[in-house]
C-alpha cells in the first residue's frame, strides 16, 4: 500500500505568492507615505467644480477698468441707445446775438439738454430732483419715450424731440429703426416726422441725434425744416459736423433756430465734465447765452446735481432751451 505523497511544491509557490503580495503592498503604501509628505512642487492646482468661481490673482485685481462696451451684470447694464458712438463736431463758436441776455458781461444765460432721454424714467427723476431748469430731448420709440415726456410735462420741464439722423459711419454705426435716411424721399420724412410728433405731442422743438451725414445736405434738412415749421417748433442743430447746413437754412426759413456750443460728457469723468461745464458758463458771459448737451450717464447726473446749483453765484440763469432759441 503506497503512502499518499505530500505535495510540498504546490505549497512552497502558494507561500511564494504570498510573500510577493505582503512586499508589493509594503511598497505602495510606502511611496504613498512618501508622496503626502513631499511637496508637489509645480504640480497644477486641483480644478474647482463649475459651480466654484476661482478668484482672481491679486496682481490682476484692478487691472481693467469698466468700459461702456464691457458686459455689465443686467442690474447695472445701460440701455442699448447708451452705447452709440456720440458723434461730436468742435467748432469755433460763433459771435452771435443771442435771443436774450447781453454780450460780455459778467452774467449769462444757459441752457442744459439732455439728449437721449426715453429709456429710464428713473432717470427723468433724478435730473427733475435737482430741481433747476433743463430741457429733455426724447428719442421717439424708446421704450419708456412716453412716460419721460408725461413725467416731464408733470414735472414742468420742457421737451424736445430729440430725431435719429444717417450719421458717416452708417449703417456700420448703429441708429434706431425710425431714423431718417438720405433715401428717403419727402413723403417718408414727412410721414417719420409726423410719427415723431404724435409720440412726444408736448415737445416745443428738436434737434439731431447723431446725423453727421444728413444734417450735411440742404435738400433733406429743407424737407424736415418745413415740417417744424409747419408745426410751430424750434430746432436746435447739435453740430455733430462742422459742415452742417441745420443753422444756417433754419435762419432763412425762419424757423426758430439755435446750436449746440459744448458737449458736457464726451468722457465718463466729474472732473471732465466740470471742466465742460466751466467752457459753458465763460461762453454764456462772453456772449451772453449759450447751448450745453450731455447725456443721461451716471457720472453726468451725479455732476449736475453737484455743480448747477453753484452757478447762480457765478452770474449764470438756468433756463429752458425755448429761451435761447430766435
Same mark, same amino acid.
Request: with cysteine; proline share 8%.
Given at each position: ?13 502558494? =507561500? ?6 505582503? /512586499?508589493?503592498?509594503? %511598497? /505602495? ?11 508637489? =512642487? ?11 468661481? @476661482? ?17 455689465? *451684470? ?16 468742435? @467748432? ?9 441776455? #447781453? ?21 427723468? +427723476? ?19 419715450? +412716453? ?35 438720405? *433715401?428717403?424721399?419727402? *413723403?417718408? %420724412? ?57 443753422? #444756417? ?32 458758463? #465763460? ?9 450745453? %448737451? ?7 447726473? *451725479? ?12 452770474? %449764470? ?10
Amino acid at each position: 500500500m503506497n503512502k499518499p505523497r505530500n505535495n510540498r511544491y504546490k505549497q512552497k509557490q502558494g =507561500g511564494s505568492r504570498i510573500a510577493a503580495l505582503a /512586499v508589493v503592498a509594503v %511598497i /505602495v503604501l510606502a511611496v504613498g507615505l512618501y508622496l503626502m509628505n513631499t511637496p508637489r =512642487g509645480n504640480a497644477p492646482p486641483p480644478v474647482p467644480p463649475p459651480h466654484v468661481v @476661482t478668484p482672481p490673482h491679486a496682481q490682476d485685481q484692478g487691472a481693467r477698468r469698466p468700459s461702456e462696451s464691457a458686459p455689465l *451684470a443686467p442690474a447695472t447694464a445701460r440701455p442699448a441707445h447708451k452705447e452709440y458712438p456720440k458723434e461730436t463736431a468742435t @467748432t469755433e463758436e460763433e459771435e452771435e446775438k443771442p435771443a436774450t441776455g #447781453r454780450k460780455g458781461g459778467t452774467h449769462g444765460q444757459l441752457a442744459v439738454i439732455i439728449d437721449d432721454m426715453g429709456s429710464s424714467l428713473q432717470e427723468a +427723476r433724478a435730473l427733475a430732483g435737482i430741481g433747476l431748469p433743463v430741457t429733455f430731448s426724447i428719442i421717439p420709440g424708446l421704450r419708456h419715450d +412716453r412716460e419721460v415726456a408725461d413725467f416731464a410735462a408733470q414735472s414742468g420741464i420742457e421737451t424736445m424731440i430729440h430725431i435719429p439722423m444717417q450719421s458717416k459711419g452708417w449703417p456700420q454705426r448703429r441708429l434706431e429703426a425710425n431714423g431718417l435716411l438720405l *433715401a428717403m424721399d419727402d *413723403a417718408a %420724412i414727412r410721414e417719420h416726422m409726423g410719427d415723431y410728433a404724435l409720440r412726444i405731442p408736448r415737445a416745443l422743438g428738436v434737434n439731431n441725434h447723431m446725423g453727421s451725414e444728413f444734417t450735411e445736405h440742404e435738400d433733406k434738412m429743407r424737407t424736415v425744416l418745413g415740417v417744424l415749421k409747419g408745426r410751430g417748433l424750434f430746432f436746435v442743430d447739435s453740430v455733430t459736423t462742422p459742415q452742417t447746413v441745420g443753422l #444756417r437754412l433754419a435762419r432763412e426759413m425762419g424757423v426758430k433756430a439755435g446750436k449746440r456750443n459744448v458737449f458736457l460728457d464726451n468722457e465718463q469723468d466729474g472732473a471732465y465734465i466740470r471742466g465742460q461745464l466751466g467752457q459753458a458758463v #465763460r461762453l454764456a458771459k462772453r456772449n451772453g447765452a449759450a447751448i450745453a %448737451i450731455c447725456h443721461p450717464h451716471p457720472a453726468t447726473i *451725479a455732476t449736475l446735481a453737484e455743480a448747477l446749483p453753484t452757478l447762480a453765484g457765478q452770474g %449764470i440763469t438756468l433756463v429752458a432751451v425755448s429761451r435761447l432759441v430766435r
